[in-house]
């Protein structure tokens, strides 16, 4: 008798053409792309999942999303653009997610804002920096971290104040690289410094070559930048002092990538790290706010070590999609885009949140014009990113100038 019943109901289902209520129709998909294999920047990648996996339990303990689940898919990258693509592709046609966040390198990005605007479906990019992520001007794309002219402007004015004089850079052969050598050159040799560049794949493991042809340069290079990601800013960054180049009392190192900020930092670089510069977009509760202070406590008790920069921009990226999904009370991408250029007003953990509407510069499009950015120096081994010394900016300086190594 129950399988009859069962079979009527079945046929009345194909006859009328109804869908059965899924469980996947209870819950919304969000979908993140990070690197977290070989050869992207799998530190970074972690973080940035680790902090939007904090962002998804918090909306579901509090009820979820227009009373549905949020349920984050996760897309390995690799740091490779073609894998973004077909990332991209699954996350929105097979997985069927309403919008995306994430990302850490600036060539995948590319490539994966091609999908989102093909589709129709927003993308927030939380840590690519090249300024050709936003200045394509797709309406699809917004970005809540810097973009390399924004950080990079302000670290070269850092520099030129600081009394530096000749300023090499070594950038990776990517998006973000080329544009981190081009951004200091433009804005360094206007000030009247003299700039030493040179490009390098992103595969090279062994910078003795450049480090060599920089250390014997005359005029001396007294500041070295590392435009690097992944594994290759720490290894430059260890046979630079292996050479006696930098850190060094003569020669200041910038690790301009975001791999300086975590424990693999240490375990690789050991004692070349200490002076060595950084420049993180965010620290944990510089500015203070209400959501940064419960963030870290969150992020302290899951993971047992203060967040970085990169882990709160995942938090971020997954609260401000929330916010547009509250605001709009829709997953309808149209209306989701519409809302984040509009309605998104929120104080995330690094500040209030608001993407940027006007197209001059290109790069300016959907930016957060207001990401908080830091010029910090190691003063010891092992050193935790939220302990070292803060130069600049002033406001927030612990510290009165450049820390100069004694050898």
Known sequence: MVRKMLLFILGLVVILGLTPVTQAQNVTKIGIVAPLSAPGG???????????????????????LLGKKVELVIGDTSGQPEKGTAVMERLVTHDKVVAV??????????????????????????EAWADSVTAKGYPEVFRLTVCNSLIYSKAAKWIKDAGFKHVAVIGENSDWGLGVIQVFKDNLSAAGIKVTSMSAERT???????????????????????GFTGAG???????????????????????????????????????????????PAGLPGIPKTKTSDKFTK??????????????????????????????????????????????????????????????????????????????????????????????????????????????
């Open 42 to 64: 799998v530190e970074t990648g972690q973080a940035l999942v680790e902090g939007a996996k904090i962002a998804a339990e918090e909306l579901n303990a509090g009820g979820g």
């Open 101 to 126: 966040g994430g990302e850490a390198h600036s060539s995948v990005a590319l490539a994966e804002i091609e999908v989102a605007h093909r589709y129709g479906i927003p993308i927030v990019i939380s």
């Open 204 to 226: 090279v493991t062994d910078f003795t070559p450049q480090l060599m042809q920089l250390k014997n340069m005359q005029p001396p290079v007294d500041f070295l930048v590392d």
């Open 233 to 279: 800013e720490i290894l430059m960054i260890k046979q630079a002092y292996q050479l006696g180049f930098a850190p060094s009392k003569n020669t200041a190192i910038l690790g301009a990538g975001m791999d300086t900020l975590y424990p693999g930092f240490w375990e690789t670089a050991g004692e070349a790290g200490v002076y060595v510069l950084s420049n």
């Open 298 to 407: 969150a992020f302290k008790a899951k993971l047992n070590r203060e967040p970085d920069a990169v882990a709160m921009e995942g938090y971020d990226t997954v609260m401000v999609l929330a916010e547009a999904i509250t605001a709009s009370k829709s997953t309808d991408g149209k209306a989701l885009v519409a809302a984040l250029e509009d309605k998104v007003n929120w104080e995330g953990t690094r500040g209030t949140i608001k993407f940027n509407k006007e197209k001059n510069p290109p790069w300016a499009y959907h930016m957060w014009m207001d990401v908080p950015v830091f010029i910090i120096q190691y003063t010891k081994i092992n050193q935790d990113p939220s302990q070292a010394a803060i130069l600049w900016p002033e406001k927030y300086a612990t510290v009165k100038a450049y820390i100069r190594p004694p050898k």
